[in-house]
């Protein structure tokens, strides 16, 4: 049997096709069968799939706008690496975006937001206790978008998934049950201000605790391997 993974195109529109690809490249990374700091070879890859090398070609430099990857002139497409000021630039990023739409949006927190939330956090609590990190990351993003969500500014909510998985780009098996544990309890905190209804508060909890570099960092060095 071949060992092609090819692509039905059927009727599926060029733009679509690209965006299968995008994904099948970061199912990839997420695997591990692409890791930091090695080359894609175009070829290959579109050999593999039974596809043309345009869509691929667009499939990279979207990747390439998200920072996964660099493509090199005459040289290839390299991996690239997440540094330690990627992951500062990252969270400061985050945290900006997040505690700007929680303080447009605490109006439009409902009581079902809240039970949302507790639901979830409760849920990703029980899983961390009993050391199952099988859906942390997936959990994680529900949490977080289950009000970023609420904000009618498409814009900000487009820029900041690809960065949050950008943090979370390739296997990462070293996980610290402490940090996640304080993490839900900052989550914690953050649904009692929007009970409150005190956005300047739960803003302040996401900016400046929950995804602040400095307050994280004894926990961020470790997971990312950095001294």
């Given at each position: 049997m071949s060992g092609k993974k090819h692509i039905m195109v059927g009727t599926l529109e060029y733009s679509s096709l690209s965006e299968h690809v995008y994904l099948h490249l970061r199912r990839e990374m997420n695997n591990?069968?692409?890791?930091?700091?090695?080359?894609?070879?175009i070829s290959k890859i579109a050999e593999e799939l039974g596809i043309s090398k345009t869509p691929l070609r667009d499939a990279l430099?979207?990747?390439?706008?998200?920072?996964?990857v660099t493509i090199l002139?005459?040289?290839g497409v390299l991996v690239n690496k997440l540094s330690i000021e990627d992951v500062r630039k990252a969270y400061d990023a985050i945290g900006l975006i997040e505690a700007f739409v929680i303080r447009k949006s605490i109006d439009k927190i409902t009581s079902a937001h809240i039970e949302?939330?507790?639901?979830?956090n409760q849920?990703?609590?029980?899983?961390?206790?009993?050391?199952?990190?099988?859906?942390?990351?997936e959990s994680n993003l529900e949490f977080h978008n289950t009000y970023l969500e609420i904000s009618d500014n498409d814009m900000l909510?487009?820029?900041i998934l690809p960065i949050k998985h950008r943090l979370y780009d390739f296997p990462r098996h070293n996980f610290i049950p402490e940090w996640e544990l304080r993490n839900g309890e900052e989550h914690t905190q953050f649904i009692e201000c929007l009970k409150k209804k005190d956005g300047k508060g739960a803003a302040y909890i996401l900016q400046d605790i929950h995804w602040s570099f400095d307050v994280q960092k004894e926990f961020i060095f470790p997971f990312y391997k950095v001294s």
């Open positions: 591990g069968t692409l890791t930091p700091g090695s080359t894609i070879n430099i979207h990747l390439e706008c998200e920072g996964f002139p005459r040289k949302k939330l507790e639901a979830i849920k990703m609590t029980n899983e961390i206790q009993a050391g199952d990190f099988t859906n942390l990351f909510k487009k820029l």
